[in-house]
């Protein structure tokens, strides 16, 4: 496995991978959800590139980014054994040079949920999954449905800005009490971590809700703020019923919906989805 750090040792090392190349952009700290999108691309191509950079410009100057959780060596083993083929691990000066001034905004789909509650947050994010587009020219890219606004807005990027890569979505990786693996579940004290599996208790008591014929949104949002509400420890920033497609929430009947919801537990920002 090469592990690279400036633009030039990368593009020396991408021309020897054996097409097609696979790309997943990660921040590190390693866990089975990241490792699940490596699988996936191990499926499809010759060639996975991980990415590992704690990008600071998708963090809000009140978010923890000088705290967010590394282990470089951990991840590095983990890449090796899951038969990664090259491992970029760009630094700030690389990836920001003093004169950089190109941003990349996507509009509409980058406004609701994380969006209004993270302004900047998903400029941050498309620009810097463009550079990564360029620098890697990857066939593939594969993102995780647990971050369903970021996967939306990373595929509108993609083809409003004609990059030639199939974006691929991957179904989010769970601990077996349900909590959405997260390299933020680190943070959570033994009592919080209890709690957080309030979150997608409630979305799946929600889905059997739906199942069972429950279609109006209002119900639906109402069901899964009732059900994270009674854990005293989580304080819920939004729950929504959104449309797929657009993330504008839905009125009344729906017949399908992402079911998301962001919150706070302790100091923590927990958020999870399901599509229904
Ligand atoms: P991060 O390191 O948190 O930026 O995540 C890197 C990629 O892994 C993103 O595409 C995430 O959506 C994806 N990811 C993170 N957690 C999970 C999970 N539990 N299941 C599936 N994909 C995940």
């Given amino acids: ?35 699940s999108l490596v699988r996936q691309a191990r499926l499809d191509c010759a060639s996975v590139v991980v990415s590992i950079y704690v990008n600071p410009t998708q963090f809000g100057p009140r978010e923890d980014l000088s705290k967010y959780p590394r282990n470089l060596q951990r991840d590095l083993d983990m890449l090796t054994t899951a ?7 760009p630094t700030n000066e690389v990836m920001y040079p003093a004169d950089f001034q190109t941003w990349v905004n996507v509009e509409k789909v980058s406004k609701p949920l994380e969006g209004a509650l993270r302004p900047g947050h998903f400029r941050g994010v498309a620009t810097v999954v463009a550079k990564l587009f360029n620098a890697v020219q990857p066939q593939k890219s594969y993102f995780g449905q647990k971050d369903a606004q970021q996967a939306r807005v990373i595929r509108q990027m993609a083809q409003d800005l004609n990059f030639p890569i199939e974006i691929v979505i991957c179904p989010t990786k769970r601990e077996p009490d349900g909590l959405a693996m997260s390299s933020r579940n680190v943070y959570l004290s033994p009592e919080e971590r209890q709690a957080a599996t309030a979150l997608s208790r409630a979305l799946f008591q929600a889905k059997t809700a739906w199942e069972a014929g429950v279609h109006d949104s209002e119900q639906l949002r109402k069901l899964v703020q009732e059900l994270i509400t009674a854990e005293p420890l989580v304080k819920v920033q939004y729950v929504s019923c959104a449309d797929p497609d657009t993330l504008k929430e839905q009125e009344g009947q729906v017949d399908r919906a992402l079911l998301s919801l962001a919150v706070m537990i302790g100091k923590t920002r927990l958020i999870d989805n399901i599509i229904i």
Avoid: C, N, S, Y
């Avoid at 038969?83 to 691990?89: F, M, R």
């Fill in 83 to 89: 038969g990664v083929a090259l491992v970029w691990i």
């Fill in 1 to 35: 496995m090469d592990v690279v750090i400036t633009l030039d040792e990368l593009r020396q090392a991408r021309k020897k991978l054996l097409e097609p190349v696979g790309l997943v952009p990660t921040m590190g700290f390693l866990h089975d959800g990241h490792l």
